[in-house]
């Protein structure tokens, strides 16, 4: 199976930072990656399909960049709705494999 | 509106079964391929099993393979998972998920539509 791994796994950070959050996979898997947002208690919300293709709906201060093993989600400009964990999934394979999280917390 | 609704969770003995729901609406069910994904109590996201859109296809992960079974019934606009011999570890918040494009395409998709999950305690 492709090991996805995030870092970091937390990240403090203030409304109005740029928040950068990265994914490497164990394996190529050329651009199929996608980025989603979960809030506690919530179902996580899907942010950018294949590396850096946005979501309809989501914000544009959102953006995916990489390719092959490493991965990059920025947030240009925190914003309070913002603050939840990001997860990165990688579906090469029929095992769509998610990285174990990065909590965005305040700062 | 798309929507998922799961149900059929609850609080089940270590060696016992349980069978989730999830009913689809707002869209055409018959032409998506679905997913189970769970989560552990306080931790990440696990995918636990895909089904494509006539049921010609199915995969589970390895930590659940000959243990859980999917289905689905395209008339009733309905997912299942059958859990058997349940574990421990098999607790967890378990999500219907929806692949984002409709069957047709090569490959596989992320997931576009969650529903909001229905809680499996596996506990004596």
């Known amino acids: 199976d492709i090991q996805m791994t995030q870092s970091p796994s937390t990240l403090s950070a203030s409304v109005g930072d740029r928040v950068t959050i990265t994914c490497r996979a164990s394996?190529?898997?050329?651009?199929?990656l996608a980025w989603y947002q979960q809030k506690p208690g919530k179902a996580p919300k899907l942010l950018i399909y294949?590396?850096?293709s946005l979501e309809s709906g989501v914000p544009s201060r959102f953006s995916g960049s990489g390719s092959g093993t490493e991965f990059t989600l920025t947030i240009s400009s925190l914003q309070p709705d913002d603050f939840a964990t990001y997860y990165c999934q990688q579906y090469n394979s029929y095992s769509r494999t998610f990285g174990q999280g990065t909590k965005v917390e305040i700062k | 509106e798309v929507q998922l609704v799961e149900s059929g969770g609850g609080l089940v003995q270590p060696g016992g079964s349980l069978r989730l729901s999830c009913a689809a609406s707002?869209?055409?069910?018959?032409?998506?391929?679905m997913n189970w994904v769970r989560q552990a109590p306080g931790k990440g996201l696990e995918w636990v099993s895909y089904i494509s859109s006539s049921s010609s296809t199915i995969y589970y992960a390895d930590s659940v393979k000959g243990q859980f079974t999917i289905s689905r019934d395209n008339a009733k606009n309905s997912l299942y998972l059958q859990m058997n011999s349940l574990r421990a570890e098999d607790t967890a918040v378990y999500y219907c998920a929806r692949d984002r494009r409709p069957d047709g395409y090569i490959g596989y998709d992320p997931f576009d539509c969650w529903g909001q999950g229905t809680l499996v305690t596996v506990s004596s």
């Open positions: 394996q190529s898997i050329s651009g199929w």
């Open positions: 294949k590396a850096s």
């Open positions: 707002g869209f055409t069910f018959s032409s998506y391929s």
